[in-house]
């Protein structure tokens, strides 16, 4: 679906090889947009590198496995990029995943892993690739959480790095401005990742997807009834990152099928 222009441009996407990051580098590329992606599995990573350098051309694909928070590796990358496509238009931040913990069950490493992925995962490749971004006019979007503003009890170490990750995201949106735009999505419950693997464990076999996620969305309260799909949060990210939001900055989109009770 050629729905956004990004001809002529390059976007990195961290946590590209599967789930929301996958979605929205193939959206991107379908688009017109050369893309930079990276994750730590090397063999997955590979795999869907393969699969898009055969359906969009190896010259528009650059892939790589490190982690987002070796500093190193990530410049290394910002290099990579340069070398190859000479630009970045746009950077999606969107390596990390939930903890599900109450406090008394957080350690002391479980706070300093969590905030360190959470808080480093944003911070690094922003440093890396803001020469590129700034050159370019460019734009960040990261992939952050509904529980940035509505914390969950059993999420607790991950709701409150989700706060410092928007409040940290506010902050560069006036620092990195005029030339660089800095945008959030917020996530409510997306049938990728975790949810993906709680229904693989599900007890009763015999239930189907669509059943379990639709039981899902009833035990939770989404208005719209359902989970939301991979795609429709990539479709979120190529608006931000796109020209056709270019007054728009400092902002969030909730991705969340009405999940939030806050206004």
Not at 20 to 28: N, Q, S
């Given at each position: 679906?050629?729905?956004?222009?990004?001809?002529?441009?390059?976007?990195?996407?961290?946590?590209?090889?599967?789930?929301?990051?996958?979605?929205?580098?193939?959206?991107?590329?379908?688009?017109?947009?050369?893309?930079?992606?990276?994750?730590?599995?090397?063999?997955?990573?590979?795999?869907?590198?393969?699969?898009?350098?055969r359906d969009f051309g190896a010259d528009r694909i650059l892939a790589k496995a490190f982690s987002v928070l070796d500093a190193e590796a990530v410049t290394a990358f910002a290099e990579d990029v340069k070398a190859k496509f000479g630009r970045c238009d746009l950077l999606v931040n969107n390596a990390g995943q939930g903890r599900v913990s109450t406090f008394?069950?957080?350690?002391?490493?479980?706070?300093?892993?969590?905030?360190?992925?959470?808080?480093?995962?944003?911070?690094?490749?922003?440093?890396?690739?803001?020469?590129?971004?700034?050159?370019?006019?460019?734009?960040?979007?990261?992939?952050?959480?509904?529980?940035?503003?509505?914390?969950?009890?059993?999420?607790?170490?991950?709701?409150?790095?989700?706060?410092?990750?928007?409040?940290?995201?506010?902050?560069?949106?006036?620092?990195?401005?005029?030339?660089?735009?800095?945008?959030?999505?917020?996530?409510?419950?997306?049938?990728?990742?975790?949810?993906?693997?709680?229904?693989?464990?599900?007890?009763?076999?015999?239930?189907?997807?669509?059943?379990?996620?639709?039981?899902?969305?009833?035990?939770?309260?989404?208005?719209?009834?359902?989970?939301?799909?991979?795609?429709?949060?990539?479709?979120?990210?190529?608006?931000?990152?796109?020209?056709?939001?270019?007054?728009?900055?400092?902002?969030?989109?909730?991705?969340?099928?009405?999940?939030?009770?806050?206004?």
């Open positions: 679906m050629n729905t956004y222009d990004y001809k002529g441009c390059v976007a990195v996407v961290t946590g590209g090889s599967s789930g929301i990051g996958l979605e929205t580098v193939k959206l991107l590329l379908a688009n017109g947009a050369k893309v930079a992606f990276c994750a730590r599995n090397e063999n997955r990573l590979m795999d869907v590198a393969a699969v898009l350098a008394a069950q957080t350690s002391d490493d479980d706070w300093r892993e969590e905030y360190e992925l959470k808080m480093f995962s944003q911070i690094l490749p922003a440093r890396a690739f803001l020469p590129m971004l700034t050159e370019a006019g460019g734009a960040i979007v990261a992939v952050n959480s509904l529980l940035a503003y509505q914390p969950e009890p059993h999420m607790v170490c991950t709701s409150s790095a989700r706060a410092g990750v928007q409040n940290l995201l506010k902050s560069l949106s006036v620092e990195m401005a005029p030339n660089v735009r800095v945008n959030s999505i917020l996530l409510g419950l997306v049938g990728s990742g975790q949810w993906t693997r709680r229904f693989g464990e599900r007890e009763d076999k015999s239930v189907s997807r669509e059943e379990w996620y639709s039981a899902l969305a009833k035990r939770k309260g989404i208005p719209l009834g359902r989970l939301g799909d991979p795609q429709e949060a990539a479709h979120a990210i190529a608006f931000l990152g796109s020209r056709a939001a270019s007054y728009i900055t400092g902002a969030q989109l909730e991705v969340s099928g009405g999940l939030s009770r806050y206004i």
